[in-house]
């Protein structure tokens, strides 16, 4: 034990401390026993080597304090802030400083213990080369990198046990966690990532297939402005437990590929808020039964970006389960596709806009939606029926004259609402004769758009001929009357 004693010029040790002058092998102790309380204070380019350390242990509190650039601590073993019933354990890095440990446990056990980090300030950084286990056993732990600071990781375990607390915080300009190994936000796990913090990860896991099944929830966020989470591989959100995953305004989620696995709505993504974003450059599977709420929701100015598939799966096969309700709802905001897949009622097209290059199953737009055609893909393919209604809107998008049809349904169509053309950006002006096909079915068509606008640039002396529009579905450019 010590008191008020330096180990170094710059390295101080105050209260309950063991050994009382450390060697680079020896187990550093820190706060040890009932109501005894221990700090150490690293700074002005002081240097603490240790073999392993215990910060509050056995319902003691103990503090480390590592400030100030060039001061730093190296830990060669596991690293345990609050280890016993009652401890409190706290690592403080700012302004520089650098700390590196094996292992990382934050809140490592014992009932009420509670065990906390503060990574803080530009330059200011955490590294644990094994292991993070931020929240293990019945221990309440927090971990919060912010103002600038980085946290590097290679396994990171949030919360994921059923009877431990764990949050986890990024936030602030040039906040940086860069996490290489497993990185599972367990079942009593919250992460949010906010204001310019930047978060990257690898098969990440929302949700711990350890769980039991309906409640907890893993949570987390990205929001803020330019707030992200990029996630390499597979991001699986929902894994034998809820899980519920919101990016808010001006936040951004970037990934390879995603499945989301939920009962009754449990688990989800939700990109409902302005400016809000994910952009997924793979497929994204959406595995979902009893769905109570949807899985994928995109709002209020949402956009979500899905370079590959789309794909909507009941979890159980077979069997008599009844029909809650979609999966997949869109409101007010973007869905973008490269194909769709979805069960029968599985998309709640209830506003917003819908662009695809392909949709597998009966297309249902009569709600307040707007499907776009010619976009983001040069044309869409419908393998079923398309159904618009009077508030909704079909917007198609020419580059030039073309036979192809841009919206080719294999089934029955049945129109309302409004249709508007417009001409990709840089078109020349149609000339006499030329033709485009704007739809093309193979079954039925009945009804008719309420209302038709033609924006397309045309030579002088032309108009737009839609006579065949609902025969051929096509225009064609010839001498005004």
Same mark, same amino acid.
């Given at each position: 034990?010590?008191?008020? %004693?330096?180990?170094?010029?710059?390295?101080?040790?105050?209260?309950?401390?063991?050994?009382?002058?450390?060697?680079?092998?020896?187990?550093?102790?820190?706060?040890?026993?009932?109501? %005894?309380?221990?700090?150490?204070?690293? +700074?002005?380019?002081?240097?603490?080597?240790?073999?392993?350390?215990?910060?509050?242990?056995?319902?003691?509190?103990?503090?480390?304090?590592?400030?100030?650039?060039?001061?730093?601590?190296?830990?060669?073993?596991?690293?345990?802030?609050?280890?016993?019933?009652?401890?409190?354990? !706290?690592? #403080?890095?700012?302004?520089?400083?650098?700390?590196?440990?094996?292992?990382?446990?934050?809140?490592?056990?014992?009932?009420? &213990?509670?065990?906390?980090?503060?990574?803080?300030?530009?330059?200011?950084?955490? @590294?644990?080369?094994?292991?993070?286990?931020?929240?293990? +056993?019945?221990?309440?732990?927090?971990?919060?990198?912010?103002?600038?600071?980085?946290?590097?990781?290679?396994?990171?375990?949030?919360?994921?046990?059923?009877?431990?607390?764990?949050?986890?915080?990024?936030?602030?300009?040039?906040?940086?966690?860069?996490?290489?190994?497993?990185?599972?936000?367990?079942?009593?796990?919250?992460?949010?990532?906010?204001?310019?913090?930047?978060? @990257?990860?690898?098969?990440?896991?929302?949700?711990?297939?350890?769980?039991?099944?309906?409640?907890?929830?893993?949570?987390?966020? *990205?929001?803020?402005?330019?707030?992200?989470?990029?996630?390499?591989?597979?991001?699986?959100?929902?894994?034998?437990?809820?899980?519920?995953? +919101?990016?808010?305004?001006?936040?951004?989620?970037?990934?390879?590929?995603?499945?989301?696995?939920?009962?009754?709505?449990?688990?989800?993504?939700?990109?409902?808020?302005?400016?809000?974003?994910?952009?997924?450059?793979?497929?994204? &599977?959406?595995?979902?039964?009893?769905?109570?709420?949807?899985?994928?929701?995109?709002?209020?100015?949402?956009? *979500?970006?899905?370079?590959?598939?789309?794909?909507?799966?009941?979890?159980?096969?077979?069997?008599? /389960?009844?029909?809650?309700?979609? +999966?997949?709802?869109?409101?007010?905001?973007?869905?973008?596709?490269?194909?769709?897949?979805?069960?029968?009622?599985?998309?709640?097209?209830?506003?917003?806009?819908?662009?695809?290059?392909?949709?597998?199953?009966?297309?249902?737009?009569?709600?307040?939606?707007?499907? /776009? *055609?010619?976009?983001?893909?040069?044309?869409?393919? #419908?393998?079923?029926?398309?159904?618009?209604?009077?508030?909704? !809107?079909?917007?198609?998008?020419?580059?030039?004259?073309?036979? !192809?049809?841009?919206?080719?349904?294999?089934?029955? *169509?049945?129109?309302?609402?409004?249709?508007?053309?417009?001409? !990709?950006?840089?078109?020349?002006?149609?000339?006499?004769?030329?033709?485009?096909?704007?739809?093309?079915?193979?079954?039925?068509?009945?009804?008719?758009?309420?209302?038709?606008?033609?924006?397309?640039?045309?030579?002088?002396?032309?108009?737009?001929?839609?006579?065949?529009?609902?025969?051929?579905?096509?225009?064609?450019?010839?001498?005004?009357?």
């Amino acid at each position: 034990m010590s008191a008020a %004693q330096p180990a170094s010029a710059d390295v101080t040790f105050v209260g309950s401390v063991s050994p009382p002058d450390p060697a680079p092998t020896d187990t550093l102790v820190v706060g040890a026993g009932i109501e %005894q309380v221990g700090e150490v204070l690293v +700074s002005n380019r002081g240097r603490l080597l240790s073999a392993g350390a215990r910060v509050g242990y056995g319902q003691g509190t103990g503090t480390v304090e590592v400030l100030g650039y060039g001061a730093s601590w190296i830990n060669s073993g596991p690293l345990e802030l609050a280890s016993g019933p009652g401890s409190r354990g !706290a690592l #403080v890095v700012r302004r520089g400083a650098q700390v590196t440990t094996d292992d990382l446990v934050v809140g490592a056990r014992g009932y009420t &213990a509670e065990g906390r980090v503060l990574v803080e300030g530009y330059d200011a950084t955490l @590294t644990s080369r094994a292991s993070a286990h931020i929240g293990r +056993s019945e221990a309440i732990s927090a971990l919060e990198v912010r103002q600038g600071a980085s946290f590097f990781s290679n396994h990171v375990y949030l919360g994921d046990c059923p009877v431990c607390g764990g949050a986890a915080t990024a936030a602030g300009a040039h906040t940086r966690w860069i996490s290489a190994g497993d990185f599972v936000v367990g079942v009593r796990g919250t992460l949010v990532v906010r204001d310019g913090a930047e978060l @990257t990860t690898v098969d990440a896991a929302l949700g711990s297939p350890r769980g039991d099944g309906l409640d907890p929830v893993a949570r987390a966020t *990205v929001s803020g402005w330019g707030a992200t989470w990029t996630n390499q591989g597979l991001l699986r959100v929902g894994a034998g437990s809820f899980a519920g995953l +919101s990016v808010g305004a001006y936040g951004a989620l970037v990934t390879d590929e995603a499945v989301i696995r939920s009962e009754l709505g449990g688990s989800f993504v939700q990109v409902n808020a302005p400016q809000a974003s994910w952009i997924n450059g793979g497929d994204v &599977a959406v595995l979902a039964s009893l769905s109570s709420s949807p899985s994928l929701l995109v709002d209020r100015g949402g956009l *979500v970006h899905i370079g590959g598939l789309l794909r909507t799966a009941p979890r159980v096969e077979g069997g008599s /389960l009844p029909y809650l309700g979609p +999966s997949v709802r869109l409101v007010r905001g973007d869905l973008i596709a490269g194909a769709i897949e979805v069960e029968e009622g599985d998309l709640d097209f209830a506003g917003g806009r819908l662009s695809t290059g392909s949709f597998a199953g009966d297309l249902v737009n009569t709600q307040g939606g707007a499907l /776009l *055609v010619g976009g983001s893909h040069p044309a869409t393919a #419908v393998a079923g029926s398309y159904r618009q209604g009077p508030d909704a !809107a079909l917007r198609i998008t020419v580059a030039g004259p073309g036979a !192809a049809p841009l919206l080719d349904v294999d089934g029955d *169509v049945d129109l309302d609402g409004a249709l508007e053309v417009r001409a !990709a950006a840089g078109a020349t002006p149609f000339q006499e004769g030329d033709t485009v096909a704007l739809l093309g079915w193979s079954g039925d068509l009945s009804g008719a758009f309420a209302a038709v606008e033609i924006a397309l640039p045309l030579a002088p002396g032309l108009a737009w001929d839609t006579s065949a529009l609902y025969t051929t579905g096509e225009i064609t450019a010839v001498s005004a009357p």
